[in-house]
C-alpha cells in the first residue's frame, strides 16, 4: 500500500502555519501518511496560488482546509483518505 501524501504549504514568518505544523507532526505519526512542507515563496506559481490561502493542506491532491486550520475538519479528512488507501 502506498502511503498517502500531505502537502503543507506555509512560509517564513506565518505564525497560523507555525501553529499548525506541529499538528501535522502528531497526525503524521498516527495516520502514517508522508508530509512535505513547502515554502510558496520557492515557487512562483505556488506563490501565485496560495498567497492569500497559506496555511494550506492538501491531502493527496485535495485541498482539505486553509488559514485557520480546523483540527477537527483535518482528522475526518485524513481519517476518510488514509483508512481507503
Given at each position: 500500500m502506498e502511503k498517502v501524501e500531505?502537502?503543507?504549504?506555509?512560509k517564513q514568518g506565518c505564525h497560523l502555519c507555525d501553529q499548525v505544523l506541529p499538528m501535522l507532526k502528531r497526525l503524521a505519526q498516527q495516520f502514517g501518511f508522508h508530509l512535505q512542507i513547502k515554502d510558496i515563496h520557492s515557487d512562483d506559481k505556488l506563490l501565485e496560488a496560495y498567497a492569500l490561502m497559506?496555511?494550506?493542506?492538501?491531502?493527496?491532491?485535495?485541498?482539505?482546509?486553509?488559514g485557520q486550520?480546523?483540527?477537527?475538519?483535518?482528522?475526518?479528512?485524513?481519517?476518510r483518505i488514509c483508512v481507503s488507501s
Open positions: 500531505v502537502h503543507f504549504y506555509t497559506i496555511p494550506v493542506v492538501e491531502v493527496s491532491g485535495e485541498i482539505v482546509d486553509y486550520i480546523d483540527q477537527s475538519k483535518l482528522y475526518t479528512a485524513l481519517e
